[in-house]
């Protein structure tokens, strides 16, 4: 028999010792490393996690945050699924579901009126889940892995606030429908950046989700050995991780554009600030179609920087959901 009760900080060992045996993804596969098992949770305000034990051993985890959202202009408040962790040993078996319900019976009192979550597109096993609970595909976004390699020799581009960013964001590519409210800087902040023509902001989850290669496609392993052999390895070429190095990368979110031209300005300024900052991988957080993406996704490396889907979940507890056409994403709940 499952059970479920409320989480401590006295159990963020046990939970960590779970993850570790519940890599994420399929196509490419990740551990990761935390200094506990709650410090993501702890960036929100608002939160909360459950544990579920099944003969006194811990087998599963998920985590909510309470944070305030628009949806189709009205203020709500919603509750944000994360971190839902089954031992392989016993899946299949409801588990996950029924963690994903204690949570938003928890979050339901304390005043939540919107549940949702983000699926990684080839996370088949979550999406059995999600559809077991009745929630809704409510769109999504995309993340373009950019492999910070060589020098591009980009102007500078000013500081700014992660505020000033967002605004500027929401003026150039909203209005959306789905709009979480972002709060304070999060944690894990690098630096936001404008140029006029273009702004973004950086976030790092290495002090609180690092990341660990575990498995990669079969093409991405044979790029691998190729560029590590001669004469490829003496040139400035991207380099595919081998299993069990951790990743060091920055999220590249609120980015927005006048133009390709400007986009891409931006981008190769962020690159050579990850190149001398030791960081491998940029991850650009992509709402909707703009029009400077074409112009982006041609200047990555094609074969070495692959569009990674994400999918929003949601339902609404009041009724029937109107489904969201474009989504706003927010750095902590990447």
Do not use: K
């Not at 059995?128 to 020098?151: D, E, I, N």
């Not at 957080?285 to 094609?302: C, D, F, I, M, Y």
């Amino acid at each position: 028999m499952l059970e479920i009760s409320d989480y401590s900080p006295a159990l963020s060992d046990e939970c960590v010792a779970l993850e570790r045996v519940c890599p994420q993804g399929e196509r490419f596969r990740l551990s990761f490393r935390r200094p506990t098992f709650h410090a993501r949770a702890a960036t929100y305000e608002r939160w909360g996690l459950v544990v579920g034990r099944e003969g006194g051993r811990l087998v599963a985890t998920c985590a909510y945050a309470l944070r305030p959202a628009i949806l189709h202009g009205e203020t709500r408040t919603t509750a944000f699924g994360f971190d839902l962790r089954v031992h392989p040993d016993l899946r299949q078996r409801g588990i996950a579901g029924r963690m994903t319900r204690a949570v938003i019976e928890r979050a339901t009192p304390q005043g939540a009126d919107l549940f949702y979550t983000q699926v990684v597109g080839d996370n088949r096993a979550m999406f059995g889940v999600c559809r077991s609970l009745r929630m809704t595909l409510a769109g999504g976004y995309r993340t373009l892995v950019w492999p910070v390699f060589r020098r591009r020799g980009a102007r500078a581009a000013p500081e700014t606030t992660p505020a000033q960013i967002h605004d500027a964001y929401v003026r150039a590519e909203g209005p959306f429908d789905f709009h979480p409210i972002p709060g304070p800087a999060p944690a894990g902040h690098v630096v936001s950046l404008t140029t006029g023509a273009a702004g973004c902001s950086l976030w790092s989850n290495e002090a609180l989700l690092a990341e660990v290669v575990e498995r990669v496609p079969p093409a991405y392993r044979a790029a691998r050995l190729a560029l590590a052999a001669p004469p490829l390895r003496w040139l400035p070429l991207p380099r595919v991780p081998a299993p069990g190095e951790a990743l060091r990368s920055w999220f590249v979110y609120d980015l927005h554009a006048a133009d390709g031209h400007a986009a891409r300005a931006l981008l190769e300024h962020v690159n050579d600030r990850a190149l001398a900052s030791g960081i491998g991988y940029c991850y650009v957080v992509v709402s909707g179609e703009p029009s400077w993406w074409p112009e982006l996704r041609a200047a990555a490396p094609p074969l070495l920087s692959p569009i990674i889907p994400y999918s929003l979940l949601m339902t609404d507890l009041r009724g029937p959901l109107r489904v969201p056409a474009r989504m706003c994403v927010d750095a902590r709940d990447l």
